[in-house]
T-cell receptor, first 119, second 113 residues
Framework: GAVVSQHPSRVICKSGTSVKIECRSL??????MFWYRQFPKQSLMLMAT?????????EQGVEKDKFLINHASLTLSTLTVTSAHPEDSSFYIC???????????????FGPGTRLLVL | AQSVTQLGSHVSVSEGALVLLRCNYS??????LFWYVQYPNQGLQLLLK??????LVKGINGFEAEFKKSETSFHLTKPSAHMSDAAEYFC???????????FGAGTRLFVKA
């Protein structure tokens, strides 16, 4: 099946620094990717929709200047957490949409997640 | 607006017993419905999905779910639980078949030996 990877899988950073997380679709091109965050023992919350070649669409309450999203190619979207603070510590998960296939529907594939810890 | 409610944040069953995880949804348009499983510190794995057609959907690992429009439900079942089924399960709804998916709060399944 389709594979989505994330890098790094875990990252620890100091408060005030920026962290970049990569999301790649390994064997298909994805014009649309999504970024979610998941707090411990909670569900996934959609942060933003990443569109290749255009600006990301952010969900209400998500600071676009803090969570910078770049979807520069059909296989790569990046999420940069700028000036990270301890409250940004979370599990960040991306997903990519496998485009319509003949007779099928779009399918969403999730990456393995990135655990961010801000000290 | 869409929403998903999973009844029971924790469900515990004995190995070999029936697994039933409940999910109710709200959607103003015909929904696409999903069940995902998440193991600790991992991403999500799709168990099954309902888009159109047959209301009883079979997924991986012996799981199945039935879409009941009249009850706005999409409960997940498995006839016989296995220890390896212990994980977090998320029900999700989407209006466009995978775009902007809204997740339920999740149900943690415990399987007792």
């Amino acid at each position: 099946g389709a594979v989505v990877s994330q890098h790094p899988s875990r990252v620890i950073c100091k408060s005030g620094t920026s962290v970049k997380i990569e999301c790649r679709s390994l064997d298909f091109q994805a014009t649309t990717m999504f970024w979610y965050r998941q707090f411990p023992k909670q569900s996934l919350m959609l942060m933003a929709t990443s569109n290749e070649g255009s600006k990301a669409t952010y969900e209400q309450g998500v600071e676009k200047d803090k969570f910078l999203i770049n979807h520069a190619s059909l296989t790569l979207s990046t999420l940069t957490v700028t000036s990270a603070h301890p409250e940004d510590s979370s599990f960040y998960i991306c997903s990519a949409i496998l485009p319509l296939t003949s007779g099928g529907t779009e399918t969403q594939y999730f990456g393995p997640g990135t655990r961010l810890l801000v000290l | 607006a869409q929403s998903v409610t999973q009844l029971g944040s924790h469900v515990s069953v004995s190995e070999g017993a029936l697994v039933l995880l409940r999910c109710n949804y709200s959607s103003s348009v015909p929904p696409y419905l999903f069940w995902y499983v998440q193991y600790p510190n991992q991403g999500l794995q799709l168990l099954l999905k309902y888009t159109t057609g047959a209301t009883l959907v079979k997924g991986i690992n012996g799981f199945e779910a039935e879409f009941k429009k009249s009850e706005t439900s999409f409960h997940l079942t498995k006839p016989s639980a296995h220890m390896s089924d212990a994980a977090e399960y998320f029900c999700a709804v989407s209006e466009t078949g995978g775009f902007k998916t809204i997740f339920g709060a999740g149900t943690r399944l415990f399987v007792k030996a």
